[in-house]
């Protein structure tokens, strides 16, 4: 908007219709004080001011504008018809004009001058713009600056803190878990103790006694057994020190305890030559237990179960990643021709306490396979299967070298 201060109406018509011919807004004042009155109401770009008005003259208003952090910086063309000297003109720019025009004016020359100082003005408005911006964003980093090493500082002990009540916590959580494994076990040792002696002295003769008994009997070791993995779970929180582990020797060492199992099943352990690795060899091998277990149990009616276990070197941290001699990885597969599972719940095989199976036909307390994939993440591994109904499943561990 462009405000046009001139105490004469036929002048204020003239230059109104030749600014407005350009499609430029236009505001008109006919005295100094009028005009001050609507620069207080309006934001204008730029003012065209008469020097020579009753009361006011355009000098003063120009002073006046001058003066004030609002108006400072708003552009001013003197326009005068009798001050032509060159001591008005000089005042004309030290009150703070940007030119000086005499009349009779030049239209194209007062619209190329009007054009050249809106375009100043707008791109002095939009450097203010950016300047008040980036002045802003300098206290904010500033601020933050002087704050991060603070806040770095109150962090730090929280974290320290957080983790010392950990550490308490999980001390606590390690000697909860022999006391349970003391009191609860011991009431269940001596449950099936008598039981078992009630059997033998007394239930001889009564089938159905004898079948109820039994029954009370492996619900106690149910529990025992439900006990302790839940046990073994709790203690896989704490930190052991690894160390070089031949998988061969754990193996070995799990399919020596479960010779029993599998001379029942006939069952047929091939174990091909497998790697070394880092980690702690008495997780590893309960991750072998509970998968060669599983492989036992889940078997085919009929069938004698074979098991295969096997390794290779491969390029990186993947389940699928192709072999590579020279990699940093190995993946070991446990494969069964046992009853499978349907590869949809692939998720809920690791997960505590699920099962997807009848667990009155397959007893287990559904804890094993979650042990075993905690056990492999916090030796920085992964674990999967694949697996089709009917048609075994296929185990593979991705542990690091």
């Known amino acids: 908007m462009i405000l046009i201060v001139d105490d004469l109406s036929e002048n204020l018509l003239a230059l109104r219709k030749t600014l407005e011919v350009h499609n430029l807004q236009v505001d008109t004042a006919q005295s100094g004080e009028e005009a001050l009155k609507k620069i207080l109401k309006q934001n204008y770009s730029l003012i065209i001011l008469d020097v020579q008005m009753p009361g006011m003259d355009g000098f003063e208003v120009a002073e006046i504008l001058a003066g004030s952090n609002r108006t400072k910086d708003i552009p001013v063309i003197f326009l005068s018809a009798v001050n032509k000297q060159k001591r008005f003109i000089s005042k004309g720019y030290e009150t703070g004009g940007v030119d000086y025009i005499t009349k009779p004016v030049d ?226 597969t446990v494969k069964d021709n046992g009853i499978g599972f349907d590869e949809q719940y692939l998720d809920k095989i690791f997960i505590i306490f699920q099962s997807l199976n009848d667990r009155k036909k397959y007893e287990g307390t559904g804890i094993g396979l979650a042990i075993a994939k905690k056990i492999i993440e916090k030796h920085n591994g992964l674990i999967s299967a694949k697996s089709t109904p009917g048609e075994g499943a296929t185990f593979l561990i991705v542990l690091p070298l």
């Open 107 to 332: 239209p194209d020359l007062l619209i190329l001058k009007v054009k050249t100082f809106l375009k100043l003005s707008e791109q002095k408005t939009e450097l203010k713009n950016i300047r008040d911006i980036l002045s802003k964003e300098v206290e904010i980093r500033k601020a933050a600056e002087e704050n991060l090493e603070a806040k770095v500082e109150e962090r730090t002990r929280e974290l320290i803190k957080k983790n010392e009540e950990l550490e308490f916590r999980n001390h606590e959580l390690q000697q909860f878990s022999w006391v349970v494994s003391h009191d609860l076990k011991e009431p269940i040792r001596k449950i099936e103790m008598f039981i078992k002696m009630i059997k033998e002295r007394y239930l001889t003769d009564d089938e159905k006694a004898l079948d109820y008994v039994d029954r009370t009997v492996r619900a106690a070791q149910r529990m025992s057994k439900l006990i302790t993995d839940l046990l073994d779970y709790s203690r896989l929180s704490s930190d052991v020190a690894p160390e070089q582990t031949d998988i061969n020797a754990v193996v070995d060492e799990v399919v020596t305890d479960l010779d029993y199992l599998i001379e029942e099943s006939k069952a047929i352990v091939i174990k091909k030559d497998l790697p070394k690795v880092t980690g702690v060899p008495s997780q590893l091998r309960q991750v072998f237990q509970n998968l060669l277990s599983n492989s036992l149990k889940f078997t085919k009616k009929d069938i004698s179960p074979i098991i295969q276990i096997s390794g290779e070197i491969i390029a990186d941290k993947h389940i699928d990643a192709p072999e590579d001699a020279n990699g940093e990885y190995c993946r070991i």
